[in-house]
């Protein structure tokens, strides 16, 4: 057994990295990401975000991401959400070409549907996106929408496994933006905290990259306690 374990740990090194070469990334990178639901009242909470992401996995930083958004809870299933989000990119990684630095602000609207069916947590993610970048270069504006189907199985009250995929459209050419095919194990330390790590295949046109996550989800209750 350990030595199939060891053989399977090999050739998806050597797949990983092989593919990475192709499309200019030789490097396994990682995101370090928190995200929270801030609830102050039934109807409405804040949603809380900041994500680290690195073309290496602790080195050589690619994109700082902050995002916060008001949530209107139609029902514990159905939330609303109208955002803003902030992005710091440098794009100077050796191995890509051409690449810029660039600051971006960003406003977003987002829906969420959530349902379950059996043990199957099912969350439909439907997202529109305006984005205002700034390059050393260039000003410029670009808009986009997001649809994201994420699956949540829990083994059992602590242990449960995270999968979804999300494609990217342009509403400007080109039409494809990328996609992005995640899976990952987490752990739920309390009710209200839990932990996941996992492996995210980012595909763009011409380009593949892989990287690790290491995600932490706390969420809060601000409402008043009768």
């Given amino acids: 057994m350990k030595k199939i374990i060891l053989t399977t740990i090999i050739l998806l090194a050597t797949i990983t990295n092989t593919r990475a070469q192709d499309t200019g990334e030789d490097d396994l990178g990682a995101w370090y990401m928190y995200f929270g639901t801030n609830r102050i009242t039934d109807k409405l909470s804040i949603h809380s975000e900041a ?12 994109q700082l991401l902050l995002r916060t958004g008001l949530n209107y809870h139609l029902t514990e299933n159905a939330i609303a959400t109208i955002g ?3 992005i710091n990119t440098d794009g100077t990684f050796a191995d890509i070409p051409n690449e810029e630095n660039s600051n971006e602000h960003r406003i977003f609207e987002q829906f969420i549907l959530k349902n379950q069916v059996g043990k199957v947590k099912f969350e439909h993610r439907y997202r529109l996106e305006q984005r205002f970048i700034s390059t050393q270069t260039d000003d410029f504006t670009e808009h986009r929408a997001r649809y994201r189907l994420q699956l949540t199985y829990p083994f059992n009250e602590k242990w449960f496994i995270n999968v979804y995929d999300e494609v990217f459209i342009n509403l400007q050419e080109p039409i ?3 996609n992005r095919l995640y899976g990952a194990i987490g752990y739920t330390i309390k009710s209200n905290f839990s932990i996941q790590f996992g492996y995210l295949k980012n595909h763009f046109t011409g380009r593949n990259f892989d990287r690790l996550q290491l995600g932490v989800i706390y969420n809060t209750d601000f409402r008043k306690k009768e």
């Fill in 84 to 86: 803003y989000g902030y």
């Fill in 51 to 62: 994500q680290f992401r690195f073309y290496e996995v602790a080195t050589t930083f690619n």
């Fill in 176 to 178: 494809f933006g990328q």
